[in-house]
T-cell receptor
């Protein structure tokens, strides 16, 4: 089945540590996105990439970094500079007009 | 800039009653609008989308939404609520203008509770 795999589903880290969230897709979609979800705030865009080796900041990029070395993969690193990293993180792809947006099942990050 | 406002962070209805979830948008260009549903600790599932064809859009699970340009609204309705409809619902607008990926801008979400 084609889809998006986010791993792990739950992640715990100590404050001050960097952590990388994985997002892999086999949909052959060009565009990929990372969103952060907090209660009562909807989903906010962190970074997005429309093509390999290129990405743009979203609305809340501070404290995060990404790479897009392969079409299938768009990992997100939450750095120690992110003041409040505990949240639910969603990865998504866009397959153009025909296929639209597809979302992964998310990673819940808890920093203690 | 585009934005979405969902009126009401929590809506509670009785089983069998009408569901109405409100969404207003702001866009300087003809908008592409979406409704998504999210169950706890899961990703988002598309309910329906408006892409400038028919103003009344029918989606999955008996939901529909009507695009009203004069009111800048895209409210989601379902004639008869079912217990399984309890979830969080998000309205979103896209800035996509070609066949490449655009950004989705989300509202704050509305949590729907269904009472037996």
């Amino acid at each position: 089945d084609g889809g998006i795999t986010q791993s792990p589903k739950y992640l715990f880290r100590k404050e001050g540590q960097n952590v990388t969230l994985s997002c892999e897709q086999n949909l052959n979609h060009d565009a990929m996105y990372w969103y952060r979800q907090d209660p009562g705030q909807g989903l906010r865009l962190i970074y997005y990439s429309q093509i390999v080796n290129d990405f743009q900041k979203g609305d809340i990029a501070e404290g995060y970094s990404v790479s897009r070395e392969k079409k299938e993969s768009f990992p997100l690193t939450v750095t120690s500079a992110q003041k409040n990293p505990t949240a639910f993180y969603l990865c998504a792809t866009n397959g153009g007009w025909t296929y639209g947006y597809t979302f992964g099942s998310g990673t819940r990050l808890t920093v203690v | 800039a585009q934005s979405v406002t969902q009126l009401g962070s929590h809506v509670s209805v009785s089983e069998g009653a009408l569901v109405l979830l409100r969404c207003n948008y702001s866009s300087s260009v003809p908008p592409y609008l979406f409704w998504y549903v999210q169950y706890p600790n899961q990703g988002l599932q598309l309910l329906l989308k408006y892409t400038s064809a028919a103003t009344l859009v029918k989606g999955i699970n008996g939901f529909e939404a009507e695009f009203k340009k004069s009111e800048t609204s895209f409210h989601l309705t379902k004639p008869s609520a079912h217990m399984s409809d309890a979830a969080e619902y998000f309205c979103a607008v896209s800035d996509q203008r070609n066949n490449q990926g655009g950004k989705l801008i989300f509202g704050q979400g509305t949590e729907l509770s269904v009472k037996p």
